[in-house]
């Protein structure tokens, strides 16, 4: 088992990951129009992608001693309706250091093969852009 994942009550959904015991929350959004104060589920698996970006991007960019210390991503995802289903997702890669060419295509490159990247459905849009410390 990777995780165990209860719903507390009060709109609250609480995952414990086994092996470390690692607790994170997600809300239910009281309705979908509102300002959420907390992750939503779907906020979670938006923000998976840009957490499995940045894993796969360490250790293949290890190798070719790259550093992407402090690299950030701002990602907004956007809901479609009939069915309810994440549409896009929206990234702004920013790396602060500068790079070679063929440095900047092979983060690209890896970007787009992360594991989650890979695991999305193709009905959601993904559009990424990449700044880079001049």
């Given amino acids: 088992m990777t995780s165990k994942t209860t719903y507390v009550g009060e709109n ?12 994170f929350t997600s809300y239910i959004p009281t309705n979908d129009f509102s300002v959420r104060e907390h992750f939503s589920p779907t906020d979670i ?11 796969h991007l360490v250790v293949l960019a290890k190798d070719r001693h790259i550093d992407i210390t402090g690299a950030t991503c701002d990602l907004k995802k956007t809901m479609y309706f009939e069915p309810r289903r994440i549409g ?15 440095e900047k295509e092979f983060l ?11 695991s999305l459905n193709d009905d959601i849009k993904k559009i990424f852009l990449f700044e880079y410390q001049q």
């Fill in 12 to 23: 609250r959904i609480d995952s414990i990951h086994e092996s470390s015991g690692d607790v």
């Fill in 45 to 55: 698996f938006a923000t998976a992608l840009a957490q499995s970006v940045f894993a």
């Fill in 88 to 102: 896009e997702i929206f990234c702004v890669f920013k790396f602060p250091h500068s790079y070679s060419l063929e």
């Fill in 108 to 118: 690209e490159n890896a970007v787009r093969n992360s594991p989650v990247y890979l």
